[in-house]
């Protein structure tokens, strides 16, 4: 009777759990927070860690299940009542090749921020996208856990003025629990970046994200959902938001990138993630993802044979864990 009372009590806390972190996640892992050898010089230690670099927390926003960016930035309620978010007024910090670069309110960083590998498209070939999915397995949990923040997405921006990224991101320690997790995000859009709720996810989970865009006229979708869901668990997070007139041309079939990571074993035991099943709709709903990727693999330091390999249909990044 006290196991059967005990195994319940359990099953509800995991409940209970599972249900808060959806509704309301933690807070974002600061810098601060990052191993103290591995943190960016010049970066105050309460700026947050995003997949889009790091951010004053003021210009952080999260978006509940049900609510949704407007054009403005603006959150939209489920009751109808919008919550006005101002531009951001501080500046924010992205990582490239081993350095920090200071982006002022208004400016535009470099391409490919903070990011330790991918695989991108021809945006000169691909056309406006409507619709991409893609699947993933969650990897194992580094051998070295010191705070370190890992982020893994497929995503879509517009080459031809880069505002904005939608992405459904699998996270490391993203929210300063030493575990995986997914959320799903738009950023950077005067200077703020959103982010939808967030889910626990395990080792081996099999996650879908997919970006699907609505109200369509050439080649801009006026509204995008940005889904989340773990095959294994049920459990999944979708983000309404504006796409602020972008036309999003550039497809992005797997990312890596990495904070406060200093060496190898700070990565996935395992060495690798596998983005497959990758599949990207134009405007008509034809499908027009690439038959080849471009690859990019950083040099910065810890030098961890980075390695992008590449079909049609499947992204894999590896590396060295040890």
Not at 81 to 90: D, F, L, P, Y
Not at 197 to 225: F, R, Y
Request: aromatic share 10%; with cysteine.
């Amino acid at each position: 009777m006290n196991l059967i009372r005990h195994i319940g009590i359990a099953i509800l806390s995991m409940a209970a759990w599972a249900s808060a972190a959806s509704a309301a996640p933690s807070a974002l892992t600061t810098v601060g927070d990052l191993n103290e050898a591995a943190r960016p010089l010049g970066v105050p230690a309460d700026y947050v860690v995003t997949p889009n670099g790091m951010f004053h927390p003021s210009c952080v926003i999260h978006v509940a299940e049900g609510e949704r960016v407007d054009g403005q930035g603006n959150v939209v309620r489920r009751d109808g009542s919008v919550a006005k978010t101002a531009a951001c007024m501080h500046p924010r910090f992205v990582a490239r090749q081993g350095t920090v670069e200071r982006v002022e309110p208004g400016m535009q960083p470099a391409l490919f921020n903070g990011w330790v590998a991918d695989s991108n498209s021809n945006a000169n070939v691909t056309p406006p996208a409507k619709k991409m999915v893609a699947n993933f397995v969650v990897p194992s949990g580094p051998t070295t856990k010191s705070g370190q923040v890992l982020y893994y997405f497929p995503g879509l921006e517009d080459a031809g003025g880069v505002q904005t990224i939608l992405q459904p991101v699998l996270a490391w320690n993203g929210f300063g629990d030493s575990r995986w997790t997914m959320t799903n995000w738009n950023c950077c859009k005067d200077g703020k970046t959103w982010h939808g709720s967030t889910i626990p996810v395990n080792t081996g989970d099999k996650i879908k994200g997919s970006m699907i865009g609505a109200n369509c006229s050439n080649g801009v979708c006026t509204n995008w959902t940005i889904k989340s869901v773990d095959k294994n668990t049920g459990q999944s997070t979708t983000f309404d938001t504006e796409g602020f007139g972008q036309a999003f041309d550039w497809y992005f079939g797997g990312a890596k990138e990495a904070y406060g990571v200093d060496r190898c074993s700070q990565y996935p035991s395992n060495g690798s993630i596998t983005f497959s099943n990758i599949h990207v709709f134009d405007m008509n709903g034809n499908e027009s993802t690439p038959s080849s990727w471009n690859t990019m693999k950083s040099n910065s330091a810890p030098a961890c044979n980075y390695g992008v390999a590449v079909t049609k249909n499947v992204t894999k990044i590896t590396f060295s864990a040890n």
